[in-house]
């Protein structure tokens, strides 16, 4: 297993405040044999330089830096080109892993025959406080997971070959939610490994964290991506908004 290399793609877009505690998290992992590519997103080099400093020419880690801004899903695409690893983890730039958290869902996945999986993770406010966890869950079609998508795209690890077919698609949030679908629905299950694993952090001014910029994508995934149409999309819509209602409880 420690043979194994797993590239772990890292979007950057002004996270000066939390990127710190990301990073030493992937580098503080008990399984060691990774590459880490930053993909750096923003115009403004500030935040480059500051990246330059706390590396400290770490030669695991990569930055890339975009000549223009394209986002998130366009940047893990452009990581994922460049990556060489067998498997490869996403985690956002503000997220936290446990320490065995590549370890741990890199066995579960051998000894179980699984090329794709995602692990339980806790929610955290700004305050650095948990506010509620999610439950890992098994997915072999897209029935349930078009309903409530609770896949924390940080969880997610899975074989580098699956990404030569799918790529993140053109939205400002929920591209991981359409890219999960196309995986699934050509054949892949998903495996819930029901460890938590790894911190989420819900960053008010985030992107994932505007609910007309979520409502306007989640539609979207509906009628764009999965071919509904517009009394469906709003259906599933309605359905989604509900179940995430009920999680925020």
């Known amino acids: 297993m420690r043979d194994i290399l797993i590239s772990i793609i890292i979007p950057y877009y002004r996270k000066k405040k939390y990127i710190k505690k990301t990073l030493d998290s992937v580098l503080n992992q008990t399984y060691k044999n990774i590459e880490i590519l930053i993909i750096y997103d923003d115009k403004n080099k500030d935040d480059l330089r500051y990246l330059k400093t706390i590396i400290a020419n770490n030669s695991k880690i990569k930055i890339i830096d975009n000549k223009k801004n394209i986002g998130p899903g366009f940047s ?37 025959k699984y090329d794709f999986s995602h692990t339980s993770y806790s929610i955290l406010n700004d305050k650095n406080k948990v506010t509620s966890v999610r439950v890992a869950k098994s997915y072999s079609d897209i029935d349930k997971l078009i309903k409530s998508c609770d896949i924390g795209l940080s969880t997610v690890m899975l074989k580098s070959r699956i990404l030569k077919k799918f790529n993140f698609p053109s939205l400002k949030t929920k591209e991981d939610f359409v890219l999960w679908i196309n995986i699934i629905k050509s054949g892949h299950t998903l495996l819930g490994i029901n460890k938590n694993l790894t911190f989420w952090r819900n960053v008010k001014n985030s992107q994932s964290s505007n609910l007309m910029q979520k409502l306007l994508d989640g539609y979207r995934v509906y009628n764009k991506h999965l071919k509904f149409n517009f009394i469906m999309s709003m259906y599933y819509l309605l359905i989604l908004c509900l179940n995430f209602l009920k999680k925020s409880k």
């Open 76 to 112: 893990r695409n452009k990581g994922i080109r460049i990556s060489k690893g067998k498997y490869i983890a996403f985690i956002d730039s503000d997220d936290i892993w446990k320490k065995n958290k590549l370890k741990y869902q890199l066995k579960q996945m051998l000894k179980m």
